[in-house]
């Protein structure tokens, strides 16, 4: 029998990926965990900052964990280069990556400062997308009310516009997480093989749907981020308010506007912070779990979440966009159309064979097994 050559991956993080507790961080831990459940060898770089800290556990799937500050402040903030990723920038950082030849997994726009290094030129570079960042910012900065967190957002975008067109060019391989955002990065970087289409990774192996009914519907979300917070507003103000349909709100840091809307109706109610186990026990008790977005890039891993584990998934189409996944949710897309079919769902027991059509769809696209597979063959070839 002959032994295969070892396989040594960089993974350049832009957040400590443990716990695994929001979107971007979701897809870097399961990811990492899958590629090492099938011999990768893994050099894991990850920027911290105040709020999360270092996790042994990533130690269990890396071969070494390094960390790195990253470097906030005026002289991040005036560059031309976008600020999530001229913060991203360290000198120990570039110095270990070119002690070898290994390839290079840049996760997220956020992690590419040294996309375009010339001393990196003859490395297999592959850049993670997670959004198309300028269109996510500009969305931001239309959602958000402050001013000076507008013109941030709108500076940002600019700048993020710029360094796509110019800086991304270099990656050898985009694994890209929505079709429709890989059709966009096809029509700027149209070289063939460069833009594949993998789906996020994430935590869940099997649909399983508790048995029975709920009587709530659902909203989750980070809704101290403006496109959630714009979302809560929404479905409070246009939505439930003049209904008698029971909603439940919950995510992390909800604004004070938000609670005190949703104070104001006996029908909503607001669920600061759950941790995991409790948003778990909301999203499979729910009878239905409503999840709109006013920006149509990327891939919601709560939707994901959702339809491994909850009932009913109701949805408008900016939340499809490019996810296969629209034959398994039921999509209304203005407030007269959502309310109808909250008032419908809730009286509706889910059928057993929506399970079946999810288990099939989700476990023949959106396996973490198979697509770390594919990684590893885009990445290593054979």
């Known amino acids: 029998m002959v032994n295969m050559p070892e396989r040594h991956l960089h993974i350049v993080a832009f957040d400590i990926p443990y716990p695994p507790n929001y979107g971007g961080v979701i897809d870097v831990f399961y990811k990492l965990k899958a590629l090492c459940q099938q011999g990768i060898k893994i050099h894991l770089h990850c920027f911290e900052y105040p709020g999360r800290e270092r996790a042994p556990e990533l130690e269990d799937y890396c071969m070494e964990v390094l960390y790195y500050p990253r470097l906030t402040g005026l002289k991040s903030a005036l560059s031309p280069i976008p600020y999530i990723v001229k913060s991203r920038r360290s000198p120990a950082l570039i110095s270990r990556l070119l002690r ?108 399983d749907i508790r048995p029975g009914s709920g009587s709530f519907v659902l909203y989750h979300g980070n809704i101290e981020v403006p496109e959630n917070e714009m979302a809560a507003g929404f479905l409070i103000k246009k939505v439930f308010a003049n209904t008698d349909y029971p909603l439940v709100i919950a995510g992390m840091n909800p604004p004070p506007r938000i609670i005190e809307m949703a104070n104001a109706h006996p ?27 006013f920006q149509a890039t990327g891939l919601k891993l709560k939707l994901l979440n959702t339809l491994y584990n909850g009932r009913h998934c109701l949805v408008n189409s900016p939340m499809l966009a490019g996810t296969g996944l629209e034959s398994l949710c039921i999509v209304a897309d203005n407030e007269q159309e959502i309310g109808n079919k909250v008032g419908t769902l809730l009286n509706t027991p889910l059928d057993a064979k929506i399970s079946h059509q999810r288990a099939a769809l989700l476990e023949a696209h959106f396996s973490n097994t198979a697509n770390a597979g594919k990684l590893i063959s885009l990445i290593f070839g054979g």
């Open 100 to 207: 070898d030849d290994y390839p290079i997994l840049f996760e997220g726009i956020h992690s590419c400062y040294y996309l375009d290094d010339s001393r990196l030129k003859n490395r297999m570079l592959i850049y993670r997308e997670s959004n198309i960042e300028h269109q996510y910012y500009l969305n931001l900065f239309r959602a958000e009310h402050r001013f000076f967190k507008k013109a941030y957002f709108l500076i940002e975008s600019l700048k993020l516009y710029f360094f796509q067109r110019f800086r991304l060019k270099h990656a050898k391989l985009m694994l890209v997480v929505s079709r429709s955002d890989a059709d966009y990065l096809r029509s700027k970087f149209p070289d063939p093989g460069i833009v594949h289409y993998l789906p996020s990774f994430h935590a869940n192996e099997e649909v």
């Open 267 to 293: 029908n909503i109610r607001i669920v600061a912070n759950p941790d995991d186990d409790m948003l778990f026990s909301l999203i499979r008790d729910a009878q239905v779990n409503i999840l709109v977005t």
